[in-house]
């Protein structure tokens, strides 16, 4: 049982910097649609969705070779100085790409705002990786909270005060990564493990082969999750997009629940070296995937009345949109959860197939749905796109057999996808109805629970036995 103890309190920690940022860059989302019209909103969500894509790509995702052999017990020093040669080299590359980039027709009004927060974003995603590999998780925490209410005092002064539309917005997030980037690297003291000499070229060597299949990974990862956006600009207009973009904010209160134990996950699982036929596997992803079932389920029955309150009148029907996506962050975040069984034995190549199939399904269906049924085509494209990418990291680690409780892990599934149909479809959705849904994944994951209980009770008194023995 120690090693749940040890799951569940570096879930705590990182949990109680992050849940308190990412819940912040959540609340902001009403005041966004506030002081920014649909067609701003867009504009803004597409730059920095950009600048998200080309991270890991100008990188050569060389911030995830540095969790991985940081916790492989690799010279610290080693390893973080020759990452920031990649990074010191695609810096350089960058700036003398200027004249290209600077006429990509979605960024060359906001060019240097962008290239200065892509900067920032390659070495404040190598500072972050560094420090949690380290296990200094209260920096990581505290810092990335700090960083949440500094993004919030800026987006009041330059949206709300000084009205500097997408220009403010961008600004906003610069200084508050630029303040997150600047607390890792004194905080952690990172400086001291920075060293020209300390570069190893067969250690780095090492370490792109392990990340270089992760740059088209985070790339399909990244096209299941935001590709739609750039086909619904196209097909329908930048206001679509903005619309779209609020509609997957809400979905995001999933997402921050998987990007925090996804991090302390990956710790316990690669720190250990954890298979994926090891009980202890099958046990999280149990919890996990029952605490997922109902936090979907809660935000179902309050997403109507939710954005009906808190956004403006110009958002009122994103919630239509929702449902779908809701069930394609839960299918992602169990497509994460198997991840790391890759991330352990280093198969990122195999990796890299699940997700490019994920994506064909997802842009494919896409361009057909989007022009035929809108923004709601987008949602069924992401969401089906997630589908095969599960489906098949399951079937890839033969994770179908460890699967515990199937029988209510299937039938809270249906029951989910069949209430995301009916939010989605019926114009004025009955809460009497709703309430069976709930009812149904209720019962479900009672079930699970009192198992889990009574196998918790035996797990203990197991191992008092060993003790006394």
Not at 61 to 75: K, L, P
Not at 79 to 98: D, K, N, P, Q, W
Not at 161 to 187: E, H, K, P, R, S
Not at 213 to 230: C, E, G, H, K
Request: glycine share 6%; proline share 3%.
């Amino acid at each position: 049982m120690n090693r749940y103890k040890k799951l569940g309190w570096n879930t705590f920690i990182i949990g109680l910097g992050s849940m308190g940022s990412k819940f912040m860059i959540f609340l902001l989302v009403p005041f966004y649609t506030f002081y920014l019209s649909p067609s701003e909103y867009g504009q803004a969500d597409i730059i920095m969705m950009t600048v998200s894509i080309l991270v890991p790509i100008v990188t050569l995702s060389i911030a995830d070779g540095v969790f991985r052999y940081t916790m492989e017990r690799a010279s610290k020093k080693q390893v973080f100085s020759s990452a920031c040669a990649i990074l010191l080299i695609a810096g350089l590359i960058l700036i003398l790409l200027t004249p290209l980039l600077k006429n990509i027709p979605m960024i060359q009004h906001y060019y240097w705002l962008f290239l200065v927060l892509l900067l920032v974003q390659l070495w404040n995603i190598l500072f972050q990786q560094q420090v949690r590999a380290n296990g200094k998780l209260i920096l990581y925490s505290v810092s990335g909270l700090l960083m949440s209410l500094i993004l919030l005092g800026a987006n009041i002064l330059f949206l709300k005060y000084m009205d500097m539309g997408v220009t403010g917005f961008l600004y906003a997030n610069l200084l508050a990564f630029t303040f997150n980037t600047l607390c890792l690297f004194f905080g952690a003291k990172l400086y001291r493990l920075f060293s020209f000499r300390s570069i190893n070229r067969p250690l780095l060597k090492k370490m792109l082969i392990y990340s270089l299949p992760l740059i088209p990974n985070a790339i399909l990862w990244w096209v299941m999750q935001v590709s739609d956006r750039y086909i619904l600009t196209f097909a329908i207009g930048i206001a679509a997009n903005g619309l779209y973009t609020v509609a997957a904010k809400i979905p995001s209160l999933l997402s921050m629940i998987n990007t925090i134990f996804f991090q302390a996950w990956s710790i316990s699982a690669i720190g250990e070296k954890l298979k994926q036929n090891d009980s202890f596997f099958a046990g999280v992803f149990t919890l996990f995937s029952s605490l997922f079932f109902i936090a979907t389920e809660g935000i179902m029955l309050i997403v109507q009345p939710f954005a009906g309150t808190l956004f403006s009148a110009a958002y009122q029907d994103v919630w239509k949109y929702v449902p779908f996506l809701l069930i394609a962050v839960l299918l992602s975040s169990f497509s994460s959860f198997l991840e790391v069984s890759y991330m352990v034995e280093k198969k990122t190549k195999q990796l890299l197939f699940t997700s490019l199939k994920g994506s064909i399904v997802n842009v494919g269906l896409a361009v057909l749905l989007i022009p035929i049924i809108g923004i709601l085509g987008a949602s069924i494209a992401t969401l089906l796109g997630f589908l095969v990418t599960w489906l098949l990291r399951m079937k890839q680690v033969k994770f179908f057999r460890q699967l515990e409780h199937k029988t209510t892990f299937w039938i809270s599934m249906g029951l989910l996808l069949a209430q995301s149909i009916y939010l989605s479809f019926i114009a004025t959705p009955n809460i009497a109805v709703q309430v069976v849904f709930a009812l149904g994944i209720i019962v479900c994951q009672g079930i699970v629970g009192k198992k889990l209980v009574k196998f918790v009770r035996v797990s203990r008194k197991s191992s008092e036995e060993k003790k006394a023995w």
